[in-house]
């Protein structure tokens, strides 16, 4: 079965370093996400990218995020000046294997997440 | 208020017990729901798509009520595995914006 790879697992920084966070989404997949959660909370909404460009963001992916598909098969997150508050395990995501636009029978396919650490 | 809501748990049952959770949300511009499951630090993982017809798959039942605004899942002869955190997950009508609620934790006891 295809899968959502992520990498690296673990990623361990200093506060007010970039990090860039990779996935490589299913391959005819069509929308791309970020999400994140901090250890013992919910899944966070960060960001959706479809075609080529950002979909939705929430309050969460201000100035110091970005994302960006480079070419074609990888999809990342960017963030620019770590704070403490950004350690958190982040999970990309992608569906929609040529359904525009999204309904109730696309189902979306978790990578197993990158665990960020800023210390 | 938040936008998608559930008990968190935990719920402790024996195995076998029948179990049912309810998701409320807010946003009536919701278009698409669903559960997931997450098992402790791994990737939430979809356990079923909601209609408003009710759908059922095995020993799992899932039901929206739009004019409530809430989503149950039901789970029937409940087995160890099902030990998890269940998320109930709004899709908003713009089709780029997915809400988790916080999960609701079941544990089951031998």
């Known amino acids: 079965e295809p899968e959502v790879t992520q990498t690296p697992s673990h990623q361990v920084t200093q506060m007010g370093q970039e990090v860039i966070l990779r996935c490589v989404p299913i391959?005819?997949?069509?929308?791309f996400y970020w999400y994140r959660q901090i250890l013992g909370q919910k899944v966070e909404f960060l960001v959706s990218?479809?075609?080529?460009?950002?979909?939705?963001k929430s309050e969460i992916f201000d100035d110091q995020f970005s994302v960006e598909r480079p070419d074609g098969s990888n999809f990342t997150l960017k963030i620019r000046s770590t704070k403490l508050e950004d350690s958190a395990m982040y999970f990309c995501?992608?569906?929609?294997?040529?359904?525009?636009?999204?309904?109730?029978?696309?189902?979306?396919?978790f990578g197993p997440g990158t665990r960020l650490t800023v210390l | 208020r938040k936008e998608v809501e559930q008990d968190p748990g935990p719920f402790n049952v024996p195995e076998g017990a029948t179990v049912a959770f309810n998701c409320t949300y807010s946003?009536?511009?919701?278009?698409?729901f669903f559960w997931y499951r997450q098992d402790c630090r791994k990737e939430p993982k979809l356990l079923m798509s909601?209609?408003?017809s009710g759908n059922e798959d095995g020993r799992f039942t899932a039901q929206l009520n739009r004019a409530s605004q809430y989503i149950s899942l039901l789970i029937r002869d409940s087995k160890l595995s099902d030990s998890a955190t269940y998320l109930c997950?709004?899709?908003?009508?713009?089709?780029?914006?997915?809400?988790f609620g916080s999960g609701t934790r079941l544990s089951i006891r031998p």
């Open positions: 990218f479809y075609n080529n460009e950002i979909s939705e």
């Open positions: 946003n009536s511009a919701s278009q698409s």
């Open positions: 997950v709004a899709l908003y009508s713009s089709a780029s914006k997915i809400i």
């Open positions: 391959s005819n997949h069509l929308y």
């Open positions: 909601v209609y408003s």
């Open positions: 995501a992608s569906t929609g294997a040529g359904v525009v636009p999204l309904g109730v029978t696309d189902t979306q396919y």
